[in-house]
């Protein structure tokens, strides 16, 4: 069983793709967000991409039509007026990424 330590070791030996310092991040038990994650996961699944950055081709994988290196993106999505200017009055009011010292 290898422990954390091992595996920030054997990450911190790979090769510098997208997913490595978040992978690194998690397993230091820090906070990532959702696309954070996801690249530390393809990072992992693919061994490090050891063999190159590409897309994995796993189409059936949830995670493809996000992952850094895939060539079947999925659509951004986009935003009408009307919801950016509710997403713009409600950051004014959240304390969401604020620091909690006072
Ligand atoms: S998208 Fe590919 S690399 Fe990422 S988790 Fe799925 S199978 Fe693994």
Not at 62 to 86: D, F, G, I, M, W
């Amino acid at each position: 069983m290898w422990s954390i330590e091992d595996r920030i070791k054997q990450t911190k030996e790979g090769k510098a793709f997208q997913g490595k310092n978040e992978l690194i991040k998690h397993y230091r038990g820090k906070r990532i967000t959702m696309s954070e994650a996801i690249k530390a996961k393809c990072y992992d699944c693919c061994g490090g991409y050891d063999d190159g950055a590409s897309d994995c081709e796993v189409v059936n994988c949830p995670l493809h039509p996000y992952a850094p290196y895939s060539a079947n993106k999925a659509p951004k999505k986009l935003l009408t007026e009307e919801t950016r200017v509710k997403m713009r009055e409600r950051a004014k009011t959240s304390d969401f990424g604020r620091s909690r010292k006072a």
